[in-house]
């Protein structure tokens, strides 16, 4: 099977990549060669920017035909539109890398399915959506057989460690040092984090399968956790003392510092919960086979051998955060506490 992977060094792809070499696929990627490169030999690399519309298509022209290509660099519909005039008719099965934030992030229906109407709040969310439609009509019209997938939170080696207010660089560092982390909300709120290894074995697994033409997966992890249980298991894994949780409102956050804590307002302040049932129905390989725990202790290794960890004192808000919080705290219960 002869593969190509636009993109193709992501944490996705380094997964995709794996899993497909393990079937003995004939692999390249195409990129403009400026990312780490962690998919090892017996991959071909086309050098190229994707954004530069003639360019990538007539390089694409120039590269013959494929059995299956995977974009996971599209996040646009004039993207979109190049892939579709560089790969119809040209490829035997067109693979989209989506996202959940189609769906938009009030869930109303846990999990979600794919069965869900999309009601994405996000530019991103939306960008997304509108590639997908161009594609699934291109599809319909029988231009090229598409799969969409869309992924929530992966992580792995060559990323980071998220937590519950976006990525910040300090946070493997603190739990670390025994110091407090801040959770929105009262840490109740829902998510899923897939390792990307395992992520890849639902796209390869969908490579070449008719069964999976013109359909659409979410490609998620199994587990579902807590905020507060996703840190105090993330600290366990990296034999950190467990952590002292401090709950901040979401609302005062965001009124602090908006830009800052982008994420937490777009994604992480909902529930993230949805099913990969109907992909393991027709990719019954694709399960959550790597505990949390191991991989966040591998993404922690990879980090510290790259300097992506930052130390606590690089960034002080989120202590004097919750120092403040606490302050005002204790000065509340004082204030409204019945008095004897």
């Known amino acids: 099977m002869k593969v190509l992977i636009v993109g193709g060094t992501g944490l996705i792809s380094s997964g995709i990549v794996k899993a497909l070499s393990a079937r003995g696929a004939d692999l390249t990627v195409f990129n403009r060669g400026?990312?780490?490169?962690?998919?090892?030999?017996?991959?071909?690399?086309?050098?190229?920017d994707r954004n530069d519309f003639p360019a990538f298509e007539a390089a694409i022209a120039a590269s013959g035909?494929?059995?299956?290509?995977?974009?996971?660099?599209?996040?646009?519909?004039?993207?979109?539109?190049?892939?579709?005039?560089?790969?119809?008719?040209?490829?035997?099965?067109?693979?989209?890398?989506?996202t959940v934030c189609t769906y938009g992030n009030t869930q109303t229906v846990v999990p979600t399915l794919e069965t869900t109407p999309p009601a994405p709040h996000s530019a991103y969310?939306?960008?997304?959506?509108?590639?997908?439609?161009?594609?699934?009509?291109?599809?319909?019209?029988?231009?090229?057989?598409?799969?969409?997938f869309r992924p929530s939170h992966t992580y792995g080696p060559g990323g980071n460690v998220i937590n519950n207010l976006g990525w910040e660089p300090t946070f493997v560092d603190r739990l670390r040092r025994g110091?407090?982390?801040?959770?929105?909300?009262?840490?109740?709120?829902?998510?899923?984090?897939?390792?990307?290894e395992d992520v890849g074995v639902g796209f390869a697994g969908a490579a070449g399968n008719p069964a999976c033409f013109g359909e659409v997966y979410n490609v998620?992890?199994?587990?579902?956790?807590?905020?507060?249980?996703?840190?105090?298991?993330?600290?366990a894994a990296i034999g950190a003392p467990p952590p002292r949780l401090?709950?901040?409102?979401?609302?005062?956050?965001?009124?602090?510092?908006?830009?800052?804590?982008?994420?937490?307002?777009?994604i992480f302040r909902f529930h993230g919960v949805y099913s990969s049932a109907k992909l393991k129905r027709v990719v019954p390989a694709?399960?959550?086979?790597?505990?949390?725990?191991?991989?966040?202790?591998?993404?922690v290794a990879w980090m510290d051998q790259h300097g992506k960890v930052a130390r606590v004192e690089d960034?002080?808000?989120e202590d004097r955060l919750i120092a403040a919080w606490e302050r005002f705290a204790g000065e509340a219960v004082k204030a409204f506490s019945p008095k004897p």
């Not at 400026?34 to 190229?48: E, I, K, M, S």
């Open 315 to 317: 960034d002080a808000l």
């Open 246 to 266: 401090v709950h901040l409102p979401t609302d005062l956050l965001l009124a602090i510092d908006r830009p800052r804590y982008a994420a937490l307002e777009e």
């Open 286 to 299: 694709y399960r959550t086979a790597t505990p949390f725990e191991e991989g966040v202790r591998r993404t």
């Open 65 to 98: 035909t494929w059995d299956v290509v995977i974009d996971m660099i599209c996040f646009r519909p004039d993207q979109a539109e190049s892939d579709l005039r560089a790969f119809a008719g040209r490829c035997g099965q067109f693979i989209f890398c989506s």
């Open 220 to 235: 998620v992890a199994d587990e579902v956790v807590t905020w507060d249980d996703y840190t105090r298991r993330t600290a």
């Open 34 to 48: 400026r990312t780490d490169d962690r998919l090892g030999a017996g991959v071909r690399h086309l050098a190229g």
């Open 125 to 148: 969310g939306r960008d997304k959506l509108a590639c997908e439609q161009l594609f699934l009509r291109a599809h319909a019209e029988k231009k090229m057989p598409v799969t969409i």
């Open 179 to 196: 110091r407090p982390v801040i959770v929105s909300g009262d840490g109740h709120g829902l998510w899923q984090s897939a390792y990307s």
